[in-house]
């Protein structure tokens, strides 16, 4: 890289721990930016932000940048994603309704599910 670049091209600032379009990351001993990682090599970035316990997280337009890539590359994958999103909101708002004992009077959510009696009051 030319020193230009460097000017251009910034580590990712401590204010927030979500990664900029501009923002640098160590690929295969390398720095590129975020843009350079959508561009030519999206799967791996996907890959890494979607793994388990990852430290990487992107601003929401980088991330909607990649994933309109993604989906052109392999819809499944986004697929996949909002599929464990839908569980995961669905879990918090059953956990939450449960908790508050509102689970299967007015206002739930989830009627069929206190309508079974699968879980006992």
């Given amino acids: 890289m030319n020193k230009n670049s ?6 990712n600032s401590r204010l927030s721990d979500k990664y900029k ?3 640098i990351l160590s690929f295969d001993k ?3 930016s975020i843009q350079q990682l959508i561009t030519n090599n999206p799967l791996y970035l996907w890959e890494l932000i979607h793994t388990k316990h990852s430290n990487v997280s992107l601003v929401r337009d980088a991330y909607a940048k990649l994933k309109a890539r993604i989906v052109r ?3 499944r994958l986004v697929e996949e994603v909002e ?3 839908r569980y995961h909101k669905a879990s918090k708002r059953l ?12 206002g739930s959510s989830f009627k069929k599910i206190a309508s079974r009696k699968i879980i006992n009051d």
């Fill in 95 to 106: 956990r939450k309704e449960l908790r508050e004992g509102k689970l299967g009077k007015d």
């Fill in 21 to 23: 379009l501009n923002d």
């Fill in 73 to 75: 590359i392999n819809p």
């Fill in 83 to 85: 599929k464990k999103h």
């Fill in 30 to 32: 390398e720095r590129r």
């Fill in 6 to 11: 460097d000017k251009t091209l910034k580590l």
